[in-house]
């Protein structure tokens, strides 16, 4: 199975950016990074996707390397509600089952 | 709103007996998927369907079964031979079962087994 590797926690002052990596070397050209995110005890929440190329949405923005062995999640300006663990994934744009691997993700802490 | 409903919120059940836990979705999806968490930990992958009347194993199905009878509900039992239960679990949908496709998951049952 394709896995990323993500730090444990990380911490931002409330209205910074945040910059949250994620390294992915066994990545394959057919799999797509997503980025979800969980608060305590509810389910995660999707954030971003992509290939090859960055995204941008009204979250986030998501920067991918030029080798696609890692990536970056960006929030623009940390609010105090962005406070949870990030998830980055992999996922096999063929019809497989092999594309549901989530670590233990990133807990973010936002400082007021 | 479009979604995934899961009920109850909080469940309890003694040793031993079998429980099943429901997921249903409004989002039109095909795609279906049950995970566990545990306190501190990921999610891992139950079972996952990618149509009805087809369902495929995950990493951790041993002691679980699901149904998938209609588009817009993926039932999982917890059987009695779940040796360790005591977990929160996850439904999700996706449109389909590529990875173009993104997750929507539910809220969540908190299932205690004592």
């Known amino acids: 199975d394709a896995k990323t590797t993500q730090p444990n926690s990380m911490e931002s002052n409330e209205e910074e950016p945040v910059h949250l990596p994620c390294n992915h070397s066994t990545i394959s050209g057919t799999d797509y990074i997503h980025w979800y995110r969980q608060l305590p005890s509810q389910g995660p929440e999707y954030v971003i996707h992509g290939l090859t190329s960055n995204v941008n949405n009204r979250m986030a923005s998501l920067a991918i390397a030029e080798d696609r062995k890692s990536s970056t999640l960006i929030l623009h300006r940390a609010t105090l509600r962005d406070a949870a663990v990030y998830y980055c994934i992999l996922r096999d744009a063929s019809n497989t089952g092999n594309q549901f691997y989530f670590g233990t993700g990133t807990s973010l802490t936002v400082i007021p | 709103d479009g979604g995934i409903t899961q009920s109850p919120k909080y469940l309890f059940r003694k040793e031993g007996q079998n429980v099943t836990l429901s997921c249903e979705q409004n989002l039109n999806h095909d795609a279906m998927y049950w995970y566990r968490q545990d306190p501190g930990q990921g999610l891992r992958l139950i079972y996952y369907?990618?149509?009805?009347?087809?369902?495929q194993k995950g990493d951790i199905a041993e002691g679980y079964s699901v149904s998938r009878e209609k588009k817009e509900s993926f039932p999982l039992t917890v059987t009695s031979a779940q040796k360790n239960p005591t977990a929160f679990y996850l439904c999700?949908?996706?449109?389909?079962?590529?990875?173009?496709?993104?997750?929507?998951f539910g809220n969540g049952t908190r299932l205690t087994v004592t």
């Open positions: 999700a949908s996706s449109k389909f079962l590529g990875g173009s496709s993104s997750l929507h």
């Open positions: 369907s990618q149509i009805v009347n087809d369902f």
